[in-house]
């Protein structure tokens, strides 16, 4: 039996991790927040599954040290990310300071393998087919703070067993981020913005998981960047199509145009975003609607042996029917 502790634990990936290492045997600490309804019920659910959870902020390096102590592996999945009402240093301060504290306690503690969370986020907007070699250009500050979150990751590799994750899109039970678009797809109230020819590579996250998993067993993975992706990316045509089959709805076939979508959320961002008011749209959201994504995971798979094995039409039901199970669909 090993000692997992997880960061961003009460997250939806983080959580799900957390679950299939206790399942295995591990003993896991997650370490999270409460700030949403959904890490709320993560945090009950993991501990019925007896994982303890300690709600540790990323700041605190003296509770961070004595979590750490005695861990064999640690997964960092704990990010600021979605906050459009914070100022640019709150993803800094988490999004690497916060790593800093974490490595350094790892360090010290002589953890066996630190796989760190990164981000697709990183790629900012890029055509044809991504892998590990492509170049970085973040276009928001989470993707930015991520990347350097990345490299000070890297820089530690001569004193900790380090790897980093790059992590696409994810899906699956658990999930509350598509919850959203699965309901007004349902409800009949969905519609395309823009063209619906932009791509998605989504993993779902029992992929994702193993992959992960597999980074902390293979000796050849340490030091390295890996790009984990699912089986193939498809359109958001074809994406919300399949939901559609899911939930028994179809989506309608007219669309609108992306440009005064974006207009409205650069206004909305500019006017309450000073105002620590998070707009009801903004740019970030409408990437949905406007990257494209074509993932290699070729090096993953001559490495880790990964291979994802959940396609699309699968994984949105399973979505579907955990959304139906929990009452939220």
């Given amino acids: 039996m090993n000692k997992v502790l ?36 993560n945090k009950g659910l993991l501990e019925r599954d007896g994982v303890e959870v300690d709600l540790v902020p990323m700041d605190d ?15 960092h999945l704990a990010a600021a990310q979605h906050e459009a009402n914070v100022p640019d240093s ?15 306690v790892c360090v010290d503690s002589g953890v066996r393998r630190f796989v760190h969370g990164s981000t697709i986020g990183v790629y900012g907007w890029q055509k044809g087919v991504i892998d590990e070699t492509s170049r970085t250009e973040p276009d928001n500050i989470y993707g930015i703070t991520k990347l350097e979150g990345e490299h000070l990751v890297m ?34 109230m969905f519609f395309v913005i823009g063209s619906g020819r932009n791509l998605h590579h989504l993993v779902h996250v029992d992929d ?54 974006v207009a409205a959320a650069f206004v909305m961002e500019h006017l309450l975003a000073p105002m620590g008011i998070q707009p ?22 001559r490495i880790l042996g990964y291979e994802p094995q959940v396609d699309f039409e699968q994984g949105a039901a399973e979505t579907a029917a955990w959304y139906r199970e929990q009452g939220l669909l």
Wanted: a positive charge.
């Fill in 208 to 261: 994702l998981i193993s992959g992960m998993l597999r980074a902390c067993e293979v000796d050849g993975a340490r030091g390295e960047v890996f790009l984990l992706g699912g089986k193939r990316p498809l359109t958001t045509r074809e994406m919300v199509d399949t939901i559609g089959t899911a939930v028994g709805r179809k989506v309608p076939r007219w669309r609108v145009p992306l440009f005064p979508f």
């Fill in 6 to 41: 997880i960061t961003g634990g009460t997250g939806f990936i983080g959580s799900r991790l957390a679950l299939h290492c206790r399942r295995a045997g591990h003993e896991v600490v997650a370490l999270g927040q409460t700030n949403t309804p959904a890490e709320q019920d």
């Fill in 280 to 301: 009801p749209l903004h740019r970030r959201r409408l990437d949905f609607f406007r990257k494209s994504f074509t993932l290699s995971s070729a090096k993953a798979a």
């Fill in 90 to 104: 709150h993803f800094r301060d988490v999004n690497v300071e916060g790593t800093r504290r974490l490595l350094d």
């Fill in 155 to 188: 820089s530690y590799r001569d004193r900790l067993p380090v790897v980093a994750i790059r992590v696409s899109e994810t899906y699956g039970p658990g999930d509350r981020r598509l919850l959203k678009l699965f309901r007004a797809i349902q409800k009949g």
């Fill in 61 to 75: 390096r003296g509770r961070l040290a004595r979590r750490v102590e005695g861990s064999d592996f640690v997964f």
